[in-house]
């Protein structure tokens, strides 16, 4: 009597067709690592050379005004940040918080308000010379996303009458993907602080 044994060999071992695609496979663990930082490296040198470039091409805003009142008339109104609520539809709110006063170097908190919605910043400012310029800088992040330096500058244009100009300087990595709203929303809140200033300043004027 014979007996007849057989073994298992066990699953087919899967043919070249099936095998997982690896596109690193077969190269060298060091020119691996190699390659690798060289795409890394690559894309570090792209996501830079765009921060540069964004930060040397600004998005500007500028609108101005036409206001029957002094330098002085108009400044008060300008930086009776209290007042802000009752009137301007823009920054509806704003205040000194740090630094003594409105001067170089203070802190500042400001609300804004576009197309129903709110936001606050903290920006430090940058310059407060009286009857003739307010300037400050906010930024959002660490400085490379988005700044905003803000200004108001004040000129007198004939007797009796000034021109008010409010702009903004906007650079950042995030401000190109905003443009467009930026010249068309943010502007008109521009405008329409520009035009409540210039009344609320006109009426205390005449009284």
């Known amino acids: 009597m014979s007996v007849t044994s057989s073994a298992s060999a066990g699953p087919p071992a899967a043919s ?14 060091r020119r691996r690592r190699s390659r690798i930082l060289s795409v890394l490296a690559g894309f570090v040198a792209v996501l830079g050379g765009y921060a540069v470039w964004a930060h040397t ?3 500007r805003l500028t609108a101005s005004v ?8 108009v400044w008060a109104v ?5 007042a802000y609520p009752r009137w301007n539809p823009f920054v509806t709110e704003a205040a000194v918080t740090s630094g ?3 001067r170089a170097g203070a802190t500042m908190r400001n ?5 129903g919605e709110t936001s606050t910043f903290t920006p430090t400012v940058l310059e407060a ?12 992040g660490p400085g490379w996303i988005a700044d905003g330096e803000h ?9 009796g009458t000034v021109r008010l100009t409010q702009s903004e300087k906007l650079s950042g990595v995030a401000v190109p993907f905003v443009a467009g709203s930026l010249r068309t929303d943010t502007l008109s809140q521009f405008r329409a602080m520009n035009g409540a200033l210039k009344e609320r300043v006109e009426r205390l004027a005449a009284r």
Not at 78 to 82: I, P, S
Not at 111 to 115: A, G, H, I, N, T
Not at 151 to 159: H, K, S
């Open 16 to 29: 070249p067709a099936s095998a997982p695609y690896a596109p690193w496979r077969g190269v060298p663990r």
């Open 57 to 59: 091409h600004p998005v």
């Open 66 to 73: 036409e206001i029957e009142a002094t330098p002085g008339q």
């Open 78 to 82: 300008l930086t009776d940040f209290g």
């Open 100 to 102: 003594g006063g409105l």
């Open 111 to 115: 609300r804004l308000e576009q197309k």
């Open 129 to 140: 010379s009286a009857g003739r310029e307010l300037r400050w800088l906010g930024r959002v």
């Open 151 to 159: 200004r108001f500058v004040i000129e007198r244009t004939a007797r």
